[in-house]
C-alpha cells in the first residue's frame, strides 16, 4: 500500500523514492510485524481467556506427559490469529500488492489459517484434542497445494518454471518437464510443510522460533533469485518478481518474534493450528514460487526430523510392534529422557539456525 501511494511521491520529493527498494520495505515489515504482535498480544490474549478457549490436553494419551504439561490446560490457543494479523497486515503495508507471489502467499496463508481456526474451534467447544479429522485436513491443504500447483502450471507469469526442479549444489535443473507431476509436486512441498510445523508445535516457543530462523534465510534466498544480478552471480536461476517475496518472509520474521515475546516459556498463549498450519502452508508457498523446494527441506531440517519422528514411529510399530522413540513427535521423547523443557528448545533453536546457515551456504556452493 505505501509502495503504490508513496513512492510515486518521488516526483516532488526525492526521499520517497526509499520505497522502491524490497529491502527498506522488508525491514519496515518485519520492525511494523513484531511491534504490531506485542501491542496487540496482551489485548488478544485477555480476550482468548475470557472466551475460555484453553488448550485441550488429553490425559489417556501419556500420563508422564501429562504430568509435565498439565499445568498449561487452560492456557489460551489460537494465538496464530495474533500472528496471522501480525503478518498479513504490515504485508499488505509495505509489499508490492499488484505482484502476483504476494497475493498468492497472502491467499494461502488466510486460507490455511481459517483451517486451522475451525480445527482449535472445534477442539476447545468439544473440550478434547481431536478437532477436524487429519483426512478432512489433508483434503483442504491438499485441495490448495493442487490449486497453486495448477496456477502456477498453467497461469503464473513465470509458468515456464513451473515443471523445473531444482536440487542444492546443482546450477541447472535436474528435471527439465515434469509436466502435470508438477502440480502434485507443488500440493505434496505445501501440504507437508503445513503439517511438519503442526508437529513442531509442541513445546513453548519451539515451532515458532524454528519458524523465524527459516523465515529470515527466505528473506535473503528470495531477495537473491528475484534480483537479476545477484542470480547470475550465485548461478541460481533468476525468477522475475519473487524478490518482493522478501517483505512478506521478513513480516513472518518480525511477527514470530512478536510472538514469541508471550510465547516463551512458560507461554501465556499458544498459536494452535491457527498458526502452526498457517505458517507451514506459507513457507511451503514461499519455497515454490522461489523454485527452492528442496532447499526447504534443509533450511526448515528441524521440521523435517519432527515429521520423519512420526513417520518412523508410526510405521516401526505398524511393522514391527516396537516404537523407536520413547513418544514422537521427537521434542517429546527427549522431554521424557529427563531434558527440561527450555533446554529442548533452545537446543533445537540452534539446530535451526545451523540449519538455515547450511541452506544459505548451498546457494553459492554449485
Not at 41 to 46: A, D, L, S
Not at 56 to 72: D, F, M, N, V
Not at 113 to 131: A, E, P, R, T
Request: charged content about 15%; glycine content about 10%.
Amino acid at each position: 500500500m505505501f509502495y503504490h501511494f508513496l513512492y510515486p511521491l518521488k516526483e516532488y520529493f526525492f526521499g520517497f523514492n526509499v520505497f522502491k527498494y524490497i529491502t527498506f520495505r522488508a525491514a519496515c515489515g518485519s520492525i511494523t510485524a513484531m511491534i504490531l504482535c506485542i501491542l496487540l498480544g496482551p489485548y488478544i490474549i485477555r480476550q482468548l481467556y475470557q472466551l475460555k478457549v484453553g488448550q485441550p490436553i488429553r490425559k489417556e494419551e501419556c500420563l508422564p506427559l501429562y504430568a509435565k504439561h498439565g499445568s498449561k490446560q487452560g492456557t489460551p490457543t489460537m494465538g496464530g490469529m495474533l500472528v496471522l494479523m501480525s503478518i498479513i497486515f504490515p504485508t499488505i503495508l509495505w509489499a508490492d500488492l499488484t505482484n502476483e507471489n504476494i497475493i498468492i502467499v497472502l491467499v494461502a496463508t488466510a486460507f490455511l489459517g481459517v483451517v486451522g481456526f475451525i480445527d482449535d474451534y472445534l477442539k476447545v467447544s468439544k473440550k478434547n484434542s481431536k478437532g477436524i479429522s487429519a483426512r478432512k485436513k489433508f483434503i483442504a491443504q491438499g485441495t490448495l497445494g493442487l490449486v497453486i500447483g495448477i496456477y502456477m502450471l498453467y497461469l503464473s507469469s513465470n509458468r515456464e518454471l513451473a515443471e523445473q526442479l531444482y536440487l542444492p549444489f546443482f546450477k541447472s535443473p535436474v528435471i527439465m518437464h515434469m509436466g502435470i507431476f508438477s502440480a502434485l509436486f507443488i500440493a505434496l512441498v505445501i501440504v507437508s510443510t503445513s503439517n511438519a510445523v503442526n508437529l513442531t508445535d509442541g513445546l513453548d516457543g519451539l515451532a515458532i522460533g524454528c519458524v523465524v530462523s527459516a523465515s529470515l534465510a527466505f528473506v535473503y534466498i528470495a531477495y537473491v533469485t528475484g534480483h537479476a544480478q545477484f542470480a547470475k552471480y550465485l548461478q541460481i536461476v533468476y525468477i522475475p518478481g519473487c524478490g518482493e517475496l522478501a517483505v512478506f518472509c521478513a513480516c513472518i520474521a518480525g511477527a514470530g518474534l512478536g510472538f514469541l515475546w508471550y510465547n516463551a516459556f512458560p507461554a501465556q498463549v499458544f498459536m494452535g493450528d491457527t498458526g502452526s498450519l498457517a505458517l507451514g502452508g506459507a513457507m511451503g508457498v514461499v519455497a515454490v514460487l522461489t523454485k527452492k523446494e528442496i532447499l526447504l527441506f534443509i533450511v526448515g531440517g528441524i521440521f523435517v526430523f519432527e515429521a520423519l519422528s512420526v513417520i518412523i514411529q508410526v510405521l516401526s510399530f505398524k511393522l514391527r510392534g516396537k516404537r523407536v522413540f520413547l513418544i514422537a513427535p521427537i521434542h517429546h521423547h527427549f522431554e521424557m529422557k529427563g531434558w527440561h523443557e527450555s533446554k529442548i528448545t533452545i537446543r533445537f533453536w540452534i539446530l535451526a539456525i545451523i540449519f538455515a546457515l547450511i541452506g544459505l551456504g548451498s546457494l553459492k556452493l554449485r
